[in-house]
């Protein structure tokens, strides 16, 4: 056999691919030094950790902790429960309503209607690469302190991302039996609500619930910027050096947290392997 | 009463001439079945018949009522009376037998009312009206599936879906049903058992048929008429008493 039927070993464009692992390089290097990445500063100054460290451990002791402070925690922690469910309901609701009117080949397909479409997946994806945090600060200067500023913060955040998904999985789902439904006398919304939505519900759902584990963790920073939730108390614990006390919450958040991916986690594969 | 006729139809597609000037026409209660090679242009006449692909000249009319100058609500209102049964059932996978039977009649009541939204019962069984879902439950019980009312569609073999898109089609009380290769996607047997159904209950009903198919022997037992086409254009148009296989086969070269 002639050597020159061999497939070739290396791919056709190598002085390509070669570049884009030296610009690769040369970005990660830059980046590091931009970040002021420094190894010495991290284990260098084991005063400042071995400080932290005592104040915090074990937490409660340095300041006895009450009943009273924990109990307020506990309030706190609810807040932020309920902040980031309240939030994501009404996202989902409206994610769901602006995705219906940004997918493509939905419900807009008549030149005349795409600009709703093409307008619908624009708000969404402003409403998505807006930070919540930065959401968080607009509304407090607009409905003031407290757990409604970040409500609506989880709100609009959820917007964005369940509009976003919402509308890909529609966009996704197999659209011959929308076509066959429309074939026999139904109109396009007959279609896609009897068809296309049913098809397309399993992924809804486990986009929801991504939704509300991502809105749990978001609210738990939002009182940061004053937006209602724990992480005013966690802030201003923080401040006093209280580090002992706001461990007990970091622990309270962890909790929460982990339990509340496990339960969507499991719900998530109880409606997947339906 | 011609329930189809089709005029001087023509379709490119990338300027290759697919469907070269067809004339043709159905009387009602007959069966035709369209027979011819891969890309003879089978499927187009079927899409161009359902609107689904706009003919470049040439005329349809469904019923005595012109198709390509209709309204979207004229074309809704002829689509209610049309059954369609695809090749591949096209039913809705998450949902059960019986609220895909339903969905059949969704055209129906968009016509009773011209209301948006009318048909909002009719997206599940579970909201459907009574009546709505014991004509639904008779259209099952006709192609012999109401104990499977209840099961979801993408539950069920290849056999028993294209029964239910069956029923789907009869929940419609359709004057005319379109059907493309409706028994391609089945094993022989089963392919045979569903065609022999579908064809007794349209004749019971005197729906008037126009199905293509692949199989010769099948459009021989089943058609009352047998249509060939060959490079758009039709090359054979006779009824079936006077037809043997040989001379199908022959269409096939």
Same mark, same amino acid.
């Given at each position: 056999?002639?050597?020159?039927?061999?497939?070739r070993?290396?791919?056709p464009?190598?002085h390509?691919?070669?570049?884009?692992?030296?610009?690769f390089?040369?970005f990660?290097?830059?980046s590091?030094?931009?970040?002021?990445?420094?190894f010495?500063k991290?284990?260098?100054?084991?005063?400042?950790?071995?400080?932290?460290?005592?104040?915090?451990?074990p937490?409660?002791?340095?300041?006895?902790?009450?009943?009273?402070?924990?109990?307020?925690?506990?309030?706190a922690?609810?807040?932020?429960i309920q902040?980031?469910?309240?939030?994501?309901i009404?996202?989902?609701?409206?994610?769901f309503i602006?995705?219906?009117l940004?997918?493509k080949n939905?419900l807009?397909?008549?030149?005349?209607?795409?600009?709703?479409?093409?307008l619908?997946?624009?708000?969404?994806a402003?409403?998505?690469?807006?930070?919540?945090l930065?959401?968080a600060?607009?509304?407090?200067?607009?409905?003031?302190l407290?757990?409604?500023?970040?409500?609506?913060?989880i709100m609009?955040?959820t917007?964005?991302?369940?509009?976003?998904?919402?509308?890909?999985?529609m966009?996704?789902?197999?659209?011959?039996?929308?076509e066959?439904?429309?074939?026999?006398?139904?109109?396009?919304?007959d279609?896609?609500?009897?068809?296309v939505i049913?098809?397309?519900?399993?992924?809804?759902?486990?986009?929801?619930?991504?939704?509300?584990?991502?809105?749990?963790?978001?609210?738990?920073?939002?009182?940061?910027?004053?937006?209602g939730?724990?992480g005013?108390q966690?802030?201003?614990?923080?401040?006093?050096?209280?580090?002992d006390r706001?461990?007990?919450?970091?622990?309270?958040?962890?909790i929460?947290?982990l339990?509340?991916?496990?339960?969507s986690?499991?719900?998530?594969?109880?409606i997947?392997?339906? | 009463?011609?329930?189809?006729?089709?005029?001087?139809?023509?379709?490119?597609?990338?300027?290759?001439?697919v469907?070269?000037?067809?004339n043709?026409e159905?009387p009602?209660?007959?069966?035709?079945?369209?027979?011819?090679?891969?890309g003879?242009g089978k499927?187009?006449?079927?899409?161009?018949?359902?609107?689904?692909t706009?003919?470049?000249?040439g005329?349809?009319d469904?019923?005595?009522?012109?198709?390509?100058?209709?309204s979207?609500? +004229?074309l809704?209102?002829?689509?209610?009376?049309v *059954?369609?049964?695809f090749?591949?059932h #096209?039913l809705?996978p998450r $949902? /059960?037998?019986?609220?895909?039977?339903i969905?059949g009649?969704?055209?129906e009541?968009?016509?009773?009312?011209?209301?948006?939204l009318s048909?909002?019962?009719r997206?599940t069984?579970?909201?459907a009206?009574?009546s709505?879902?014991? +004509?639904?439950?008779?259209?099952l019980?006709?192609? *012999?599936l109401?104990?499977?009312?209840l #099961?979801?569609?993408d539950? $069920? /073999?290849?056999?028993?879906?294209?029964r239910?898109?069956?029923?789907?089609?009869?929940m419609?009380?359709?004057e005319?049903?379109?059907?493309?290769?409706?028994?391609?996607?089945?094993?022989?047997?089963?392919?045979q058992?569903?065609m022999?159904?579908?064809f007794?209950?349209c004749?019971?009903?005197k729906?008037?048929?126009?199905?293509?198919s692949?199989?010769?022997?099948q459009?021989l037992?089943?058609?009352?008429r047998?249509i060939?086409?060959?490079?758009?254009?039709?090359?054979?148009n006779?009824?079936?008493?006077?037809?043997?296989?040989e001379?199908?086969?022959?269409?096939?070269?």
């Open positions: 056999m002639n050597m020159d039927d061999a497939p070993r290396l791919p464009k190598l390509f691919y070669i570049l884009c692992l030296v610009l390089v040369l990660s290097g830059w590091f030094s931009g970040s002021g990445f420094s010495s991290l284990i260098g100054s084991p005063e400042y950790l071995m400080d932290f460290l005592r104040r915090a451990f937490p409660f002791s340095e300041h006895r902790i009450t009943w009273d402070a924990f109990f307020r925690y506990l309030a922690l609810v807040e932020t902040m980031a469910f309240a939030g994501t009404l996202g989902i609701i409206f994610g602006l995705a219906l940004a997918s939905l807009f397909t008549s030149p005349y209607l795409r600009p709703i479409q093409v619908s997946k624009g708000i969404i402003f409403f998505r690469t807006v930070p919540d930065v959401w600060i607009i509304f407090v200067v607009v409905v003031g407290g757990a409604f500023a970040g409500t609506l913060a609009v955040d917007i964005g991302f369940c509009g976003r998904f919402f509308a890909e999985e966009e996704e789902v197999d659209k011959s039996p929308a066959a439904l429309e074939c026999c006398g139904a109109t396009k919304v279609a896609v609500f009897s068809a049913p098809a397309a519900m399993p992924g809804f759902i486990a986009t929801s619930l991504f939704a509300f584990e991502k809105a749990v963790r978001s609210s738990v920073v939002l009182g940061i910027v004053g937006a939730g724990i005013l966690l802030q201003s614990l923080f401040n006093f050096f209280s580090y706001a461990m007990v919450i970091i622990g309270m958040i962890f929460l947290v339990a509340i991916e496990q339960i986690n499991y719900a998530r594969q109880k997947i392997n339906r | 009463m011609i329930v189809l006729k089709i005029a001087d139809l023509r379709k490119s597609y990338n300027g290759k001439m469907l070269d000037g067809l043709f159905i009602k209660g007959e069966a035709l079945s369209i027979i011819g090679s891969n003879a499927s187009t006449l079927i899409k161009c018949a359902l609107f689904l706009k003919p470049d000249s005329s349809i469904i019923f005595d009522s012109r198709v390509n100058s209709m979207q609500l +004229k809704r209102k002829m689509r209610s009376n *059954g369609v049964v090749q591949k #096209n809705v $949902l /059960s037998v019986l609220s895909n039977v969905h009649s969704i055209g009541a968009n016509n009773k009312s011209m209301l948006p048909a909002i019962g997206w069984h579970v909201t009206a009574n709505v879902r014991s +004509k639904a439950i008779n259209c019980r006709m192609v *012999g109401e104990p499977l009312a #099961n979801r569609a539950s $069920l /073999s290849g056999g028993q879906s294209q239910v898109a069956i029923a789907r089609a009869l419609q009380d359709p005319l049903i379109i059907a493309d290769e409706p028994a391609a996607s089945l094993d022989p047997i089963a392919g058992q569903v022999s159904l579908f007794k209950l004749k019971e009903k729906i008037t048929l126009l199905f293509t692949h199989n010769t022997d459009a037992d089943y058609a009352d047998i060939a086409l060959k490079n758009g254009k039709i090359s054979l006779e009824e079936t008493d006077t037809l043997k296989s001379d199908l086969i022959s269409e096939y070269g």
